[in-house]
């Protein structure tokens, strides 16, 4: 089992940045790709970033050049820093992280933490 917490979600206006941090602990040792998925209000959840664990980071065209994904594989932490920030960046955030164990692969998700960027 892997757990995960995310924190640094907050109010910023449009402009503005925030840093997102996520925490894993349980068997981490099992955790391949590390990711943060973030959900508006009416609308699915969708990718923000992901990273592998050589720190190889995809990100979609809507987020590609404001936020940057990091990684400390060393303290089982992913990081978001989240720049340029518009409006419609507001959701809420949640940390992922897909285990690889001999049984298969299980996606783990955070509770979550809640980004508003006013205009």
């Known amino acids: 089992q892997v757990q995960l917490v995310e924190s640094g979600g907050g109010l910023v206006q449009a402009g503005g940045s925030l840093r997102l941090s996520c925490a894993a602990s349980?068997?981490?040792?099992?955790?391949?790709?590390m990711g943060w998925y973030r959900q508006a209000p009416g609308k699915q959840r969708e990718l923000v970033a992901i990273?592998?664990?050589?720190?190889?980071?995809k990100y979609p065209d809507s987020v590609k050049g404001r936020f940057t994904i990091s990684r400390d594989n060393a303290k089982n932490t992913v990081d978001l820093q989240m720049d340029s920030l518009k409006p419609e960046d507001t959701a809420v955030y949640y940390c992922?992280?897909?285990?690889?164990?001999?049984?298969?692969?299980?996606?783990?998700w955070g509770k979550g933490t809640l980004v508003t960027v006013s205009s």
């Open positions: 992922n992280a897909l285990s690889r164990a001999p049984g298969g692969a299980m996606d783990y």
């Open positions: 990273i592998s664990v050589g720190g190889s980071a």
């Open positions: 349980g068997t981490v040792f099992s955790i391949d790709v």
